[in-house]
């Protein structure tokens, strides 16, 4: 009897835990795009202009977001990874997660999010 339920949890332990990588990485692509959507809020209310730090997202009244998330992969911020384009009026926001170790069906890369509303999930521009 305890062979065949160590048998079986042999079986369904990796399972779950790729469902469970599965579901942190969908929660950050989540989170990029949650972030986009404040950022272009942000630019709205600024002449088009989006901030120098993702901090800004949390200010003003109402702000467009009441926290940053972070990355439910690592726990790491986004805003090491925020950039921004003042001139061109564009910003590329990227996840520094550990998504190449969770997603095996996806080359090395990491989520990003660009002002264009796209995500690329192979992290190629």
Not at 25 to 48: F, K, M, P, T, W
């Amino acid at each position: 009897m305890l062979t065949i339920i160590g048998l079986l949890l042999a079986l369904f332990i990796p399972r779950l835990a790729l469902s469970r990588a599965r579901a942190t990485h969908a929660a950050c692509v989540s989170n990029l795009r949650n972030l986009g959507a404040a950022l272009q809020i942000y630019a709205n209310d600024n002449e088009g202009d989006y901030p120098d730090s993702l901090q800004a997202l949390t200010l003003g009244n109402p702000a467009p977001l009441g926290r940053i998330p972070t990355c439910p992969s690592d726990h790491s911020d986004y805003q090491t990874s925020y950039q921004v384009d003042h001139e061109d009026k564009r910003f590329t926001l990227a996840c520094n997660g550990v998504h190449h170790l969770q997603m095996v069906h996806i080359e090395k890369g990491y989520p990003q999010y660009y002002s264009t509303g796209q995500i690329d999930l192979e992290g190629k521009p």
